[in-house]
């Protein structure tokens, strides 16, 4: 159920469609980083740029629907986030030390 | 005795029948696993222990027997209409077998102590018997004829394990195969009846089968079905105690350790086949021409092997062929509707037999396992209490009175004679080779010269006491075994009354065959008849090989065509080995040659090939770099959007 009359008036000031386009190419910024870096750590963050682009369109339509579900939704994003970028960087930290590099390239030992 | 209860409970609790089987089982068990763990002694002991107990509790069920009785143990197998639960039939003739079995056997595990003392496997020889005594006791006790065939199949087993116990040679493990295979093609014939049975009464219960069988109830088929279930029994009896055809493998088997042909090869397994005629002895009389081959193959076959038994020179070979040829007799009496002197032969035979070859076994011990009875001779002084025992042995077996040989062989030749002249008179020259060539071993083993090496003159010594102790014990039974059927002396056949029900539905049936009276006249001239011509027997053998001191031909001596086929035993192994051995071996080797190499070997490899190269192929797909799976993971997430969502 969405109460769009409660929403305050300066939350439109800003068209929905900008934060699509927005999200979209913050979006395929980070596909093309994961894709063309070799360094895990750019890539790695470049994941993190998919992912809040995603948590930027969700707080905007929930936002505009005056709907708290998407910002809840954001939260858990942030907490599923963090937890895996320990792990990540934990796999990193030991790709570093036994490579003394962070290239993924270097990561080809499942080649059949 | 009470009558006849059918489905009679057993008196006593369900363990003490368990424990018959189950103690040689458990003697089995604990003498296997712990094989190489145990010293010889203790293998020993545990393996004796375990047969003399089944051997008390079976007295204890013997002297405590009153009536006939089955004891359900559990329901076996149930599918359909095919009820065969496991149950075991205490009766006069399994009472008589179980008392045989672990008799007998407890004694030659005594022997089997001294015997095989410095033997490096004697856990692994104590697990086999026992699992030998243990089959045998099950075979005795089923109340059905499935677990008659369990027992029959495992009796079998432990004859080819203990034939090939030596398993370092060659020719042991040949002799063990034989024994195997030729017992296969009895057993084939066997399983058929038993099939051909449940066809006809619908089970394979004694009982039932029997009742059935006495009132005429033969299901779709006529009482000719009878017959051809009788002849298909034979066939297996044929195997398990080698009549011809299928004897071959007998005197084979004394390749084994001489206390397992004592035991197996003479005394009990051989005797297996007997014991299933006469379980199935109402089956029997309905067949009459069954029994005319029975009778025949008999007869035939007690000649046959004496004939082959007089130019042996292996002291065990000897014993062999007269074991075939006594169970000759036993079919003989069979065929001829004398079942209890069947019977009665069986256990003076296991006597007997026994002691023969127990005590082949103590001159085998003497003369560091030298068998060849060419290299023996005055032995007599060095071992006194094998040479007077075997010396009774002989006599027993000969059919001189008053040894046990004499009353059952005697009894089984007047029956034949009210049967029919001509085989009494086969029978009767029968005995008299008998006796010549039992006569002939004890002589060229105990009399004249010694022949044998300096070194083994040297050591030859008696046997210790564990082996001429069961030696004793079995002389004295075959002395005077054979008053339990003697009538003349004693006033009354105490084996015939005991065993009369066994034959209830028989007598019922054909009651002129269980009332022949002979004439005490005949009878008298009879037994006069076979003990002169066993007396001239054992004189010839005197003659020839004490007053004449002839010893026997070497291996690559001349003989004249009719010495040369005895020696060469009818030239029968070599008839079956051109005849069916070759050919067989001929088209398995064809087989292999043309349909393993040719068609199922390429089969086989063209499977793993084709995956072999499968995978070869899509290894290329697996790069290892992590790019190209990302970026193949965005074209397939992209393609799977663009398709689910472009069509919005």
Same mark, same amino acid.
């Given at each position: 159920m969405t109460n769009a009359s409660i929403v305050p008036a300066v939350i439109h000031e800003v068209p929905l469609q900008y934060y699509v386009f927005f999200a979209t190419a913050l979006f395929c910024i980070g596909v093309t980083g994961v894709l063309i870096r070799r360094n895990a750590i750019i890539i790695f963050m470049c994941i993190e740029l998919m992912l809040n682009a995603v948590n930027i369109l969700l707080t905007a339509f929930a936002a505009y629907r005056a709907d708290p579900n998407g %910002?809840?939704?954001?939260?858990?994003?942030?907490?599923?986030?963090?937890?895996?970028?320990?792990?990540? $960087?934990?796999?990193?930290?030991?790709?570093?030390? !036994?490579? %003394? !590099?962070?290239?993924? !390239? $270097? $990561?080809?030992? $499942?080649?059949? | 005795m009470e009558t006849v209860l059918p489905g009679a409970t057993a008196p006593f609790s369900t363990l003490l029948y368990v424990?018959?089987?189950?103690?040689?089982?458990? @003697?089995f068990l604990l003498n296997g696993l712990l094989n190489k763990k145990l010293s010889s002694t203790v293998a020993g002991a545990i393996g004796t222990l375990a047969v003399l107990g089944s051997f008390l509790l079976s007295v204890f069920l013997f002297v405590n027997f009153k009536y006939q009785y089955t004891v359900n143990l559990f329901d076996w197998i149930s599918v359909g209409s095919l009820q065969i639960p496991f149950s075991y039939q205490i009766d006069q003739l399994s009472l008589l077998m179980l008392l045989l079995i672990t008799g007998v056997g407890t004694l030659i595990h005594i022997y089997s102590i001294g015997y095989m003392h410095h033997d490096e496997n004697v856990g692994k020889f104590f697990s086999f018997l026992n699992l030998f005594v243990f089959s045998m006791l099950i075979l005795v006790l089923g109340a059905n004829f499935v677990i008659?065939?369990?027992?029959?199949?495992?009796? @079998?087993?432990c004859s080819y394990l203990l034939i090939g116990f030596w398993n370092k040679n060659t020719s042991y493990n040949n002799a063990a195969k034989k024994a195997f295979i030729i017992n296969r093609v009895g057993d084939l014939g066997f399983l058929l009846g038993i099939f051909l049975m449940y066809l006809t009464f619908n089970s394979v219960q004694y009982a039932e089968v029997f009742q059935k069988a006495s009132l005429g109830q033969f299901g779709n088929y006529g009482v000719g079905v009878v017959t051809v279930i009788t002849l298909l029994l034979f066939v297996g009896a044929m195997g398990k105690s080698a009549q011809l055809p299928l004897y071959t493998w007998l005197p084979d088997a004394m390749a084994g350790p001489t206390p397992v042909s004592a035991l197996i090869h003479a005394a009990t397994m051989v005797t297996a086949g007997i014991y299933l005629v006469l379980r199935s002895n109402v089956l029997f009389t309905l067949a009459p021409q069954t029994l005319e081959v029975v009778g025949i193959i008999g007869l035939a076959t007690a000649l046959f092997a004496a004939t082959i038994g007089l130019a042996q020179n292996d002291i065990k070979k000897v014993l062999a062929y007269?074991?075939?040829?006594?169970?000759?007799? /036993?079919?003989?009496? #069979?065929?001829? /509707? @004398?079942? &209890?002197?069947? =019977?009665?032969?069986?256990? &003076?035979?296991?006597? =007997?037999?026994? *002691? #023969?070859? #127990?005590?082949?076994?103590?001159?085998?011990?003497?003369?560091?396992?030298?068998?060849?009875?060419?290299?023996?001779?005055?032995?007599?002084?060095?071992?006194?209490?094998?040479?007077?025992?075997?010396?009774? @042995?002989c006599l027993a077996?000969?059919?001189?009175?008053p040894f046990a040989g004499f009353f059952s062989k005697d009894e089984i030749l007047s029956h034949v004679y009210e049967h029919s002249k001509v085989m009494w008179v086969i029978g009767v020259f029968t005995s008299f080779l008998t006796a010549f060539y039992m006569f002939r071993l004890l002589f060229l083993t105990f009399f004249g010269e010694f022949r044998g090496t300096e070194e083994q003159?040297?050591? *030859?010594?008696?046997?210790?006491?564990? /082996?001429? #102790?069961?030696l004793i014990v079995l002389a004295i039974l075959s002395a005077v075994g054979g008053f339990m059927g003697a009538p003349m002396f004693v006033g009354k056949h105490y084996l015939a009354d005991f065993l009369a029900p066994i034959f209830t539905y028989s007598r019922q049936i054909l009651p002129a065959a269980f009332n022949t009276e002979p004439e005490h006249s005949t009878e008298l001239m009879l037994m006069g008849i076979s003990v002169a011509v066993a007396v001239v027997g054992i004189v010839l053998a005197y003659v020839m090989y004490v007053a004449r001191a002839q010893r026997p031909a070497e291996d690559d001596a001349q003989r004249s065509a009719p010495e040369n086929l005895v020696y060469h035993k009818y030239y029968i192994d070599e008839l079956y080995d051109n005849l069916?051995?070759?050919?067989? /071996?001929?088209?398995? &080797?064809?087989?292999?040659?043309?349909?393993?190499?040719?068609?199922?070997?390429?089969i086989a490899n063209g499977v793993g090939r084709v995956t072999l190269a499968g995978g070869q192929l899509l290894r290329a797909v697996q790069t290892g770099s992590v790019e190209t799976y990302l970026i193949l993971m965005v074209i397939g997430i992209v393609l799977i959007l663009g398709l689910n969502f472009g069509r919005l």
């Open positions: %910002q809840v939704f954001v939260f858990f994003i942030m907490a599923v986030a963090a937890a895996e970028v320990s792990v990540g $960087l934990g796999i990193i930290v030991m790709i570093y030390r !036994n490579f %003394q !590099n962070t290239d993924v !390239n $270097l $990561l080809s030992r $499942l080649r059949g | 424990l018959i089987p189950g103690l040689p089982f458990l @003697g008659l065939f369990i027992g029959w199949e495992g009796v @079998g087993l007269s074991t075939v040829s006594q169970l000759g007799y /036993m079919f003989l009496a #069979l065929g001829v /509707m @004398g079942y &209890t002197s069947s =019977f009665f032969h069986v256990l &003076t035979h296991a006597f =007997f037999k026994a *002691l #023969l070859f #127990l005590g082949a076994g103590s001159v085998i011990h003497a003369m560091s396992n030298e068998q060849d009875m060419r290299r023996m001779g005055g032995l007599r002084k060095a071992l006194p209490i094998t040479f007077l025992t075997m010396l009774i @042995g077996i000969s059919g001189i009175p003159r040297h050591h *030859l010594h008696e046997s210790p006491a564990s /082996m001429t #102790l069961p069916i051995v070759k050919p067989v /071996m001929a088209l398995s &080797t064809g087989l292999y040659k043309f349909v393993e190499n040719g068609i199922i070997d390429p």
